[in-house]
């Protein structure tokens, strides 16, 4: 086998300097044509716009504390929203472009660039190539097309605005930058200035529709709650008509001293009622004993019972005497037992009539222990029925006073949004106003001349090692 020749500098050097006319052919054609494409290129200039963007402080009129923080959120979507089509739709209509706008590109002076030019030459030989009936729609779109420039809406306009608007934040603040690229440059400082006051009218008009759509649901809600309030009050105010709570209040106010007179008489009537009734027993236990019930303290004490214990003992006495001159039968000793009999049988009366006495009082103690506490029963009885009342008058007072507390607060809710209705959420000043600006950023030539040497000198170099080895293959197979 043959080794392999070793390849030096020398022969990539040789190789370029033998196929140097399609080095230098290659870099020209690419020098030009990039040449060409950047210096015929519309250049494009570009106006800038800061504004500070900052939330309001909603907390002003409640006198609640508000702290405010960065959200990188809420810089997205502001950002979003100068970039939407509501947001540049406005600004047409602030600039009356629909009108104005043939004032900063008037169509008979505009240059399309190379790269436009070579689009449009292709897609006529498309159209060429294409059967009659392709051709001949094909030139209506184009017609159409042309038409369609020489009318634009308000929407069009505002797509085409919106294309080349860019929103970038400023690092480590609450500022955004807002760019507008056209080949105007009065253009592009017009519509950089504008977009702020666009973009504060959007914010407006989404604070006004939000704030509109809070009220009408809050005014519908109170709506509701003020029939649910009435609804209420008439029920509370029949409820204490009907069952007086005003006569209730003043008689809840004296029961509970009711209620400790009756207490205390219940005591006593039921200490009376048992003291008759263990006396009676007593009586009643005497009696089947066969004892005087004359020997009872409270008999023994009353006087009558006294005064004839004396004449009965004095009696015997005198009987006593008698019989010492007397016999049985003699009329005195007669008289004087007769007299004593009828001693003892009024004492007997007398003690029966005591006894019937104390029955009689039992009986009325007894029955006044059974009203004391029929009047205690009563009492209780009314008094867990004005509990139950006031229960019922509380649950009806609560219902009202909520009802009345949501109906007090969706009011000032509602008031408060009409006086926060045209404040805005979003606080956006401009900081620096755009310039007309004097230079293009695009096409950038140096950089695209010198990019288009370092293609030129790549291909020229590729396209000569490329040939050489295609020429040095086909010398080898033959």
Do not use: C
Request: charged share 25%; proline share 3%.
């Amino acid at each position: 086998m043959q080794k392999e020749k070793e390849i030096h500098l020398s022969d990539y050097l040789r190789v370029i300097w033998k196929r140097k006319g399609i080095v230098v052919t290659t870099f020209l054609l690419t020098l030009i044509v990039v040449g060409i494409a950047t210096f015929t290129a519309t250049p494009i200039y570009r106006a800038s716009t800061q504004i500070l963007v900052e939330k309001s402080d909603p907390a002003l009129l409640n006198n609640r504390s508000f702290v405010k923080r960065y959200e990188p959120q809420f810089f997205q979507t502001q950002s979003q929203i100068i970039k939407s089509q509501n947001v540049t739709k406005k600004v047409v209509e602030i600039l009356d472009l629909e009108t104005n706008y043939e004032t900063y590109f008037p169509a008979g002076k505009s240059k399309p660039s190379l790269v436009k030019g070579t689009v449009t030459y292709i897609k006529s030989m498309i159209a060429d190539l294409l059967p009659s009936d392709s051709a001949d729609k094909g030139q209506k779109a184009l017609a159409s097309t042309g038409e369609e420039q020489k009318k634009l809406t308000a929407d069009s306009l505002a797509s085409i605005i919106k294309k080349n608007v860019v929103v970038k934040p400023v690092a480590d603040s609450s500022m955004l930058d807002i760019h507008y690229k056209s080949e105007n440059p009065e253009f592009a400082k017009l519509i950089a200035n504008t977009l702020p006051q666009a973009y504060t009218e959007e914010i407006m008009a989404i604070n006004l529709n939000s704030s509109g759509y809070a009220i009408r649901g809050m005014t519908k809600k109170e709506d509701i709650e003020k029939n649910s309030l009435a609804q209420s009050e008439k029920a509370l105010q029949a409820f204490m008509k009907e069952n007086d709570i005003i006569t209730v209040e003043n008689r809840i106010a004296i029961i509970p001293q009711k209620l400790a007179d009756l207490s205390k008489r219940m005591t006593e009537a039921e200490a009376k009622r048992e003291e008759l009734e263990a006396l009676l027993n007593q009586i009643a236990e005497l009696k089947k004993n066969k004892i005087n019930a004359d020997t009872i303290p409270i008999l023994a004490k009353n006087k009558v019972l006294q005064s004839l214990r004396d004449q009965i003992l004095i009696s015997e006495q005198h009987i006593t005497e008698l019989s010492q001159k007397y016999g049985d039968k003699h009329p005195v000793m007669i008289r004087a037992r007769a007299d004593l009999k009828n001693l003892q049988r009024k004492k007997y009366q007398e003690t029966e009539k005591s006894i019937q006495v104390i029955k009689n009082e039992y009986d009325l103690a007894q029955k006044n222990e059974l009203n004391v506490k029929k009047l205690l029963d009563q009492t209780k009885n009314e008094v867990l029925d004005l509990n139950e009342k006031f229960i019922q008058y509380g649950i009806l007072k609560r219902e009202v006073d909520a009802n009345r507390a949501l109906f007090d607060n969706l009011n000032l809710r509602i008031k408060e949004q009409g006086v926060t209705e045209y404040t805005q959420q979003v606080n956006v000043w401009v900081t620096e106003q755009a310039g007309l600006p004097e230079f293009p950023v695009s096409p950038k030539k140096m950089r695209n001349m010198i990019l288009g040497v370092i293609l030129g000198l790549l291909g020229g170099v590729g396209l000569a090692f490329f040939l050489e080895y295609f020429a040095t293959a086909a010398k080898e197979s033959n």
